[in-house]
């Protein structure tokens, strides 16, 4: 297994969660990674990317400002910091590993490696 994807959960309106996204250091360490979200009925997202080393981020429109991406290279880990979840932000939320290593990149056809899905689930 490559990646593995933990910290979904069951959350108010208003609350947080921070999703973690174990990687083989290799991975981490050398690649482009991202965050995207498939909520019921639609189709997945990007929700955040960043790059090799940290110094580029990418975030969708509707998550700006709320939640934050980065690495801990050192630990071959990935995170997203979730604040003031909403309701529309329920969904299965996976990480994913670029085969580049430049750019925050947003489409998905640029990811490799996936991990299986948590889930988040945001009462209102």
Request: aromatic share 10%; proline share 2%.
């Amino acid at each position: 297994v490559q990646l593995q994807a933990s910290g979904g959960g069951l959350v108010q309106t208003g609350g947080s969660l921070r999703l973690s996204c174990a990687a083989a250091r290799r991975i981490s360490s050398n690649n482009a990674m991202g965050w995207f979200r498939q909520a019921p009925g639609k189709e997945r997202e990007i929700v955040a990317a960043i790059n090799w080393n940290g110094g580029v981020t990418y975030y969708t429109d509707s998550v700006k400002g709320r939640f934050t991406i980065s690495k801990d290279i050192a630990k071959g880990a990935v995170y997203l910091q979730m604040n003031s979840l909403t309701p529309e932000d329920t969904a299965v939320y996976y990480c994913a590993a670029a085969l580049g290593s430049g750019g925050a990149y947003t489409e998905e056809n640029k990811y490799r490696y996936w991990g299986q899905g948590t889930l988040v689930t945001v009462s209102s």
